[in-house]
């Protein structure tokens, strides 16, 4: 007799398994989207924010260079492409510009792009440093 239960109960349980098939696929399907956008989204936040910090730095090296006593007109601009330049393209189509620098102001912009994990997505980062010019008073 104990047989016939314990055979019933293997039958039951085969029965309740049998409806769970398929049921991990589908939720993968489900969470996997999920995880992967997050995963994608903390890598393009730090993307964005290396590219922020290298477009600021290059504003500032391009800043400090054109300020300097024996700078010369561009001498801040070629600095700040020349750090982008070592910086291995870490900000995209980059322009540097010394637009609104004075005679005793110097100013640097960069403008520039991040590069993208998920497509459609244009990101752009901006800096810019100011400072005034080294003037030799007699």
Avoid: C, K, W
């Avoid at 019933?8 to 489900?30: H, K």
Wanted: net charge neutral; hydrophobic share 45%.
């Amino acid at each position: 007799m104990n047989g016939g239960r314990v055979l019933a109960a293997a039958v039951r349980r085969r029965a309740q398994l049998a409806g769970d098939r398929g049921a991990l696929a589908l939720e993968l399907a489900i969470i996997a989207p999920v995880v992967f956008l997050l995963i994608f989204g903390i890598i393009q936040g730090g993307l964005y924010f290396h590219a922020r910090e290298v477009a600021h730095r290059a504003a500032e090296q391009g800043m400090e260079r054109g300020r300097a006593f024996d700078a010369h007109p561009g001498d801040g601009t070629a600095a700040a492409r020349s750090f982008l330049a070592r910086m291995g393209g870490s900000v995209e189509a980059a322009q540097v510009s010394d637009d609104g620098s004075t005679n005793q102001q110097v100013q640097i912009s960069v403008t520039g792009t991040v590069a993208t994990l998920v497509p459609g997505i244009d990101l752009t980062v901006v800096a810019r440093s100011q400072g005034p010019v080294e003037r030799l008073n007699p």
